[in-house]
């Protein structure tokens, strides 16, 4: 996995001869091809390979550190890669490519891209200043530019549906943690995207408030959501799992059906990890 | 009043302590009573306040000096000199703080050296030096380049292609001098309380809003601009009242619309200094308790969602639910 060949450097004028992705005989999801992504010289992500295909849940495990979190933010780019390619549905993501040249995205077109894509974050970044109503709607309204009664009637639907009728003109600093992230969630699909992100969701809960959340995103799972979750609930990752890949130090040391990785881990790393959280 | 527990249990017998005393507090009372007396006892009896002077008429069929026409006049160019100066530096403030903020390093570059200029400089210098900018422009206008030249050759003498233009003497002089010496010399000074407000929201709120494809303008407008107002606007209330007080150097520009001008002038006219001081000390209390009111409200505003006023909203707002009102979202959201 490691002594995969550097793809070509992302380099924003000429680029050498890009391999052309070849045309997918079945519809991807996501699709990642040998990413890399450094921070300065600390080299995060030292190529990533996933396929994730529509409707498929993929969770992520790996100890702290190990790029998850980073590996989520280039999906969306939020964090430029360094090198490699990743497509969400087909498409490039953050770049265009023509003539053998990368062209970088316009901050308008990034923008665009990252509609279809929900995220959902460990700390749940719900706007503090914001009813819960406004902060579903927010996106939207002034995004989308979709008509406000439309959009209130969705949100109102969303929030039904994750539980929180009652919290609808509450401000979040008056919510739990899980309702708190159940809103996030709301808010995340009320773009109606193709691709769900969650990042540690139920992290930062108390341990009593995980299950309300996890509930809320099995639910999901259910209703064909594709979904990239990184996440140390190992029980929800083995029953809500379709695939599961382990990471550690920027790679994917191992992937396959949860059941398998983590009944019967391979590698040393996994087993290592897999005794601290179990 | 019945009596009669629920429980089983009888209910003790209420406490009836002792308070404890507060000897000090009593003695501190007392002698803030005396001086408080001493105080007003001075503002009644003495003569040299010369109340009727600054009430009722400080000259032979005129009001008193606080308000004859001309310290009214003076009233009102301070009010709309603080005003206008404010807006100028409150706007042009928080442009500076985002190309403060801003990757590119000649926007942030251009707003640290105008921020070190305006900072450097006093604001009495920059008064007077603003006040004498026209030294280097007479005209100052908008219109076809070279008209008169152009006129020339199609015969006309004296063409005159400007739009608009205004003798600079008019234009930078007196008020706009002052407001422009004031308000650009404010705006260094918001730049850093906007700045320091822009980086006080957590970066996952800019980092969420993003993700859910908002534009960068959206995000500053909408999500990190708004709490950052919670930082914001404490010391702005404090910059505005400063600048309510720092008006009175536009005397030097000159300007005579002006509320210390004003006084001054009669003060100088009628040989009377006390009473005229005491009335501008009035007129100044007065303008800045209205500002400090004004204040309040704005905080409170910006608190939404943060502290106990955002409680009692959200109690009226779940009655309002519960008896099938309409969820009305407060602010800018109709
Ligand atoms: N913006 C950043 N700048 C520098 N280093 C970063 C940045 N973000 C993450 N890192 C580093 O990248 C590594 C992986 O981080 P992360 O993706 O957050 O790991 P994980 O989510 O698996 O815990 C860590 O060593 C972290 O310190
Ligand atoms: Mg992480």
Known sequence: MTDTPEPDEIVEEPVAEAPEPEPEPEPEMVRADNVHKSFGSLEVLKGIDLVVKPGEVCCVLGPSGSGKSTFLRCINHLEKINAGRIFVDGDLVGYRERGGKLHELSEKDVARQRRSIGMVFQRFNLFPHMTVLDNVMEAPCRVKRESKSEVRERATALLDRVGLSSKIGNYPGQLSGGQQQRVAIARALAMRPKLMLFDEPTSALDPELVGEVLDVMKGLAQDGMTMIVVTHEIGFAREVGDNLIFMDGGVVVEQGAPRDVIGNPQHERTKAFLSKVL | ?334
């Not at chain 2, 006049?73 to 404010?86: D, V």
């Not at chain 2, 008064?127 to 100052?140: C, Q, T, V």
């Not at chain 2, 502290?307 to 602010?331: D, P």
Request: proline share 4%; charged share 15%; glycine share 8%.
């Open chain 2, 1 to 334: 009043m019945s009596e009669q527990s629920t429980t089983e249990r009888a209910r003790p017998e209420a406490i009836k302590a002792v308070p404890v005393r507060h000897p000090v507090r009593w003695v501190s009372i007392a002698v803030i009573a005396v001086l408080v007396a001493m105080f007003v006892h001075l503002l009644l009896t003495n003569d040299n306040f010369r109340w009727s002077y600054i009430f009722v008429s400080y000259e032979e069929g005129k009001r008193g000096v606080m308000f004859t026409g001309p310290v009214l006049e003076g009233l009102r160019g301070t009010i709309l000199l603080t005003i206008t100066s404010m807006a100028i530096g409150i706007g042009l403030g928080t442009v500076l703080a985002v190309m403060r903020l801003s990757p590119n390093r000649i926007l942030s570059s251009v707003a640290f050296v105008y921020t070190w200029f305006f900072r450097a400089v006093p604001r009495l210098i920059l008064a007077i030096l603003f006040g004498n900018l026209n030294i280097l422009w007479s005209r100052i206008g908008f219109g076809l380049p070279f008209d008169e030249q152009i006129g020339k050759l199609f015969g006309i003498d004296n063409f005159n292609g400007q739009f608009y233009s205004i003798r600079a003497v008019d234009l930078l002089a007196g008020f706009v001098a002052g407001m422009l010496a004031l308000g650009l010399s404010e705006a260094a000074y918001m730049a850093e309380i906007v700045r320091a407000g822009l980086q006080s929201v957590d970066s996952g709120q800019s980092e969420a809003a993003v993700a859910l494809g908002m534009s960068r303008f959206q995000v500053l407008r909408r999500i990190v601009l708004p709490q950052a107002m919670r930082v914001i606007v404490p010391p702005t209330g404090n910059e505005t009242i400063a600048m309510v007080k720092d008006t009175s150097l536009v005397a030097f520009v000159p300007v005579a619309g002006e509320l210390w001008f004003q006084l001054n002038n009669i003060s100088a006219r009628t040989f009377v200094v006390f009473p005229v001081l005491v009335a501008a000390v009035i007129w100044y209390l007065i303008i800045c308790t209205i500002l400090m009111i004004g204040q309040y409200y704005v905080e409170r505003h910006y608190g939404k969602g943060y502290g106990a006023s955002a409680r009692a909203k959200q109690r009226l707002r779940n009655i309002q639910v519960e008896q099938g009102g309409k969820i009305t979202t407060t602010g800018e959201t109709p």
